[in-house]
């Protein structure tokens, strides 16, 4: 699940596991989940972040919720 910044303010890792950061980034840093270019617009021709009935979003972080024992 895509979720914002600021829920790190409320992160417990006992409930969840950060899986990266999804941005629009270009380079070849591990903690950012690749994804392929899109074409939005004139202003995003090559953008390469988290997209949401067709426009850009801010950066999300990438989380996954932990299995109870």
Known sequence: MGVPITFL??????????????????NDNPA??????VYLDE???NYVGAVVNG???YARILIRRRQNP
């Open 9 to 26: 303010d409320k992160y417990n890792p006992a409930q969840f596991e950060i899986l990266g950061l999804i941005a629009d980034k270009r």
């Open 32 to 37: 950012f989940i690749k994804g392929k270019p």
């Open 43 to 45: 202003g995003h021709k």
């Open 55 to 57: 426009k850009a979003t």
